[in-house]
């Protein structure tokens, strides 16, 4: 049951800070911010899906006034305003709302925001903290905290009476501007008196630096300045005495001191600033935070925990240089030695801006008089350390205490001591070996990758019982646990970890332990792009995981033959890239050519990706040579009655088929198909595949009723082998159905169809590739049928999700332009439809080649619609070039090339019966 709360014993802040703390129990990834004004209106922010949602924390527990209704909206609108991913507002305010309050809230409010917003009253509140009641002791009007405050003050008045400062006061140590220090005075914008801000950042990017820099700004106007070092309690609580001697006079003891300064901060007309620099743990502030209308606070740390928000308090994420920041520092840094700037921009991207590496790198730099090219060569170099490349401790400029390697690795030992226990290092490491800047979070929470993280886990904790098994919230947290430690930043589902902090990383594993990160990583991407689908940003992102991934494999990967490396190849290629798909699979098969040998299995099985992409980049030449060089290789390494041998033979079939000697590759595949027959069974998946591919061939030369009974004979193997809802069977039945199609009984294959999208759209997906497939050969049959209109309805909806889900010059989206144009064109402003074509053309020759089926059919298409609105000419031409085209590749007696030269017969005819054009006498 709820537990009822005197809300109106409660101070405005105790509220807040109340409501804040139980947000943040409930949702432990709450950020609490300030919400006084600097921060749009916001108490706490909370990720959600696609963005944030906006928890505002107000003080009201009487009816609400129109005043207050006011403060309400205008906190909501400022919301609106300032905070672009926000996906839901919520109010929390200790009142339930009237049916007048509530209809106010509900359609006039609800009409200002563009995001659903929702009432979170003091019946909810109330039956939450019965769950948490440990906040209402703590929070309480009267607490500990409150009454310590309380008596401080009380003492303070008896001790100052009305005693002003005579001087200006000044505590602690401020440090020395850096070396060429580069001013961002855009932090400390907007900071009135009486707020505090929390510097928050990666360790090396300049908090202390800018903190001193604030103080030295403002120093003059300030009555008392206090410069503490918050790394312990004990720390904090020493320079508060000493502040407190200073300011107030001796005192009994630290506690009393450090509570009668705080009273003074609080009670004062004096102005005065605050320093807390290296907060490590968030804890050792409690009961410390320095208030008072008259100062500021500045407090640095690399933690991000919300227990660092509070009133009047804003975080700043503190970044690292702009590109040009560090030019501009690295030029000022180097200006004495002008030589050793030859690279500047170089050394700065290298390392992504860091400030910390950046100066230490300078330093290094003068020291030894190495140019900045030099210094790239050694940064590159994978077999130096880092430490290698920075200066010894002794040397370290600007009163360094360490180098950025021993930063990083105190924090990962902090993060790795907080709970989750002992999940930070093996998480990091893992990240260390991933694109800096697009690792998904769902990958590291993948089922080989936690998997990885149980055993790393067990094994630190000394190998001992049962291995505990990882789940998906506890990687989450300590991930947030890295987050909190400033060693990443993670955008939704994107996490994003400095370069140079996965190398102190890596540098930091023995080789047994590397080599069980690398194959742990690579096995999480492939598990997780092979569920991922087959999206043209998911490509993007995976390929670059796997290249970052390559780059630090020693050859572990292709040692093992991971199977990661050849589906990133391939995915590129069927994502509208095969040339760059080829040059993939060349780079591969030369590095593991040199590390197994020419003769290895592995590197056969890449010779034959190599050559099926080269053959869809268009140089068919090149590939039929490489799989003829492959069959001798398998028959003189496997013998001729090998799977290998017989699958190398059946490549060889297929590219010298899509090369134009159609004939020739039907009769290799009909000898491969009755080897597979005679060697493997009729029921073998290869005897399956080759039989499909010789009716593909048929299917291509005209041979119709081969065709057409080979593919319907396929699709009954296949069900009767791997069951109805396996996915070669459904692909069996949609290429049956394809060829009902071309050979002209589309009714047929609508049955066939419709029974499949189904079939896919439930077991893969509404955005995979084969259901978008599905989708254009059912809306292609309809077309066929004679129902044009709803064809080229259902082909404006499949164009606009096959460019959203692979993007608009992925294989299948350039398969659906062609079709789309097909059935809509006629219905388009002219010089918009030939435009739409001739783009088409263009895509379609860049990414299959000149001479590709594809866009040879394009190009007839447009010669046909060139045709049909009337520009008989241009037809001509562009059927001309599509039949001398088809002729080279498919032969002058294949059906494609017969329909083409057929209308472009029938196009000259029309050319020299029309009417003879007027000229001018």
């Known amino acids: 049951m709820p537990i009822p709360v005197p809300w109106s014993d409660y101070s405005a802040d105790q509220v807040e800070q109340l409501m804040a703390a139980l947000l943040t129990r409930l949702m432990p990834e709450a950020q609490r911010v300030d919400g006084s004004g600097g921060d749009g209106g916001v108490d706490v922010r909370v990720p ?179 410069w503490a070092t918050a790394s312990s309690r004990d720390l904090v609580l020493a320079t508060y005495a000493e502040a407190a001697r200073v300011v107030l006079g001796p005192q009994d003891s630290v506690q009393q001191a450090a509570d009668r300064l705080l009273a003074w901060l609080a009670t004062t007309e004096d102005i005065w600033l605050v320093v807390l620099d290296d907060v490590q743990t968030p804890a050792d502030l409690r009961g410390l935070w320095p208030q008072g209308s008259s100062g500021r606070v500045v407090v640095t740390t690399r933690r991000r925990d919300a227990a660092l928000a509070g009133h009047r308090r804003r975080t700043v994420d503190v970044d690292v240089f702009s590109v040009e920041q560090a030019a501009r520092y690295l030029r000022s840094a180097l200006r004495e030695q002008h030589p050793l700037g030859d690279d500047i921009d170089g050394v700065a991207t290298d390392l992504q801006g860091l400030p910390l590496a950046l100066a230490q790198a300078a330093a290094f730099m003068l020291d030894r008089q190495l140019r900045c090219s030099e210094y790239r060569r050694r940064f590159a170099d994978r077999r130096r350390r880092l430490s290698e490349l920075l200066p010894e401790p002794e040397a370290l400029p600007d009163e360094h205490r360490d180098t950025v390697a021993t930063t990083w690795s105190l924090s990962i030992d902090a993060a790795n001591r907080l709970a989750p226990v002992g999940m930070a290092r093996p998480l990091m490491e893992l990240l260390s070996v991933l694109e800096p800047e697009s690792i998904s979070a769902g990958l590291v929470a993948d089922g080989a990758a936690r998997n990885w993280l149980s055993y790393a886990i067990w094994s630190a904790a000394g190998s001992t019982g049962d291995i505990g098994a990882v789940d998906i919230d506890t990687i989450r947290d300590g991930l947030r646990t890295l987050y909190r430690l400033s060693l990443l930043r ?27 990160v690398i194959w742990a990583a690579a096995d999480a991407l492939l598990g997780y792009w092979l569920r991922g689908g087959h999206s043209g940003e998911l490509t993007l992102t995976m390929r670059a995981n796997v290249d970052a991934l390559r780059r630090h494999d020693q050859g572990e990967l292709i040692a093992g033959g991971h199977k990661v490396l050849i589906l990133a190849g391939t995915r590129q290629g069927e994502a509208g890239d095969p040339r760059g798909a080829a040059e993939y699979f060349d780079n591969l098969l030369a590095m593991s050519a040199q590390q197994l040998g ?30 003829e060089e492959l069959v001798k290789d398998f028959a003189r390494d496997k013998g001729p009655d090998d799977v290998g041998t017989i699958v190398a033979r059946a490549n060889l079939a297929v590219c010298r088929a899509q090369a134009g000697a159609l004939a020739d590759g039907i009769h290799e595949m009909e000898q491969v198909l009755a080897d597979c027959e005679r060697l493997l069974g009729a029921h073998n998946r290869h005897t399956f595949d080759a039989r499909s591919l010789l009716a593909g061939m048929y299917g291509e030369a005209g041979v119709s009723e081969a065709a057409l009974a080979m593919f319907a004979q396929v699709a009954v193997d296949r069900l009767d082998a791997l069951g109805p809802d396996h996915r070669e ?144 000419d241009q037809a001509a031409g562009w059927l001309q070039v599509a039949l001398t085209r088809r002729a080279e590749v498919l032969g002058a007696e294949h059906p494609h090339t017969l329909a083409t030269g057929a209308f472009l017969a029938q196009t000259r005819d029309a050319m020299t019966r029309r009417t003879p054009s007027v000229t001018d006498g």
Not at 492 to 511: K, N, P, S, Y
Not at 835 to 863: C, K, Q
């Open 729 to 872: 069977t459904l692909a069996a039945q949609g290429a049956h159905a394809r060829w009902l199609i071309e050979f002209g009984d589309p009714r047929a294959a609508i049955v066939i169809l419709r029974r499949l999208l189904d079939a896919r759209t439930q077991r893969l997906g509404p955005d995979h590739p084969d259901t978008l497939a599905t989708r254009g050969n059912l809306a292609n049959a309809l077309g066929k049928s004679g129902d044009v209109r709803h064809a080229a309805d259902d082909f404006d909806a499949l164009l606009a999700d096959c460019v959203r889900v692979m993007g608009p010059n992925h294989p299948e989206t350039l398969t659906v332009r062609n079709n789309h144009l097909l059935y809509n064109s006629a219905d388009m402003d002219p010089d918009e439809a030939a435009n739409a074509w001739v783009d088409l053309i263009d895509d379609s020759t860049r990414i299959h080649g000149r001479l590709a089926p594809e866009t040879l059919t394009s190009m007839h298409n447009f010669g046909e619609w060139l045709a049909l609105a009337g520009h008989l």
């Open 48 to 226: 959600a899906v696609g963005g944030l949602h906006i928890y505002e924390i107000k003080r009201f527990a009487e009816r609400l006034k129109p005043g207050q209704r006011q403060q309400i909206q205008k906190s909501l609108l400022r919301a609106v305003r300032t905070q672009p991913r926000m996906v839901a507002w919520t109010l929390v305010v200790p009142l339930d709302p009237t049916p007048t309050e509530l209809e106010w809230f509900e359609s006039h409010l609800q009409g200002l925001s563009p995001v659903p917003i929702t009432w979170m009253g003091r019946t909810t509140i109330e039956t939450h903290l019965s769950a948490h009641d440990d906040l209402l002791r703590t929070f309480a009007p009267g607490s500990v905290e409150t009454r310590a405050l309380d008596r401080a003050v009380e003492a303070l008045g008896r001790q100052m009476g009305d005693r002003p400062l005579t001087a200006p006061q000044r505590v602690g140590v401020v440090p020395a501007p850096a070396t060429s220090f580069q001013e961002r005075r855009e932090i400390f914008e907007d900071f009135p008196l009486g707020e505090t801000v929390v510097l928050s950042g990666l360790g090396g990017v300049g908090k202390t630096q800018l903190a001193a820099d604030f103080i030295r700004g403002h120093q003059t106007d300030a009555t008392v300045v206090v």
């Open 598 to 627: 020419p003769d290895h299995p592995d590197v056969l099985e890449l010779r034959g990706h190599a050559a099926r992409w080269r053959a869809n980049a268009g140089d068919p030449t090149r590939a039929i040579s490489i799989h």
């Open 490 to 516: 993670q955008d939704d589902d994107i996490v994003r970890v400095h370069a140079l902090v996965q190398r102190v990383t890596r540098e930091g594993l023995d080789g047994e332990r590397r080599s069980s």
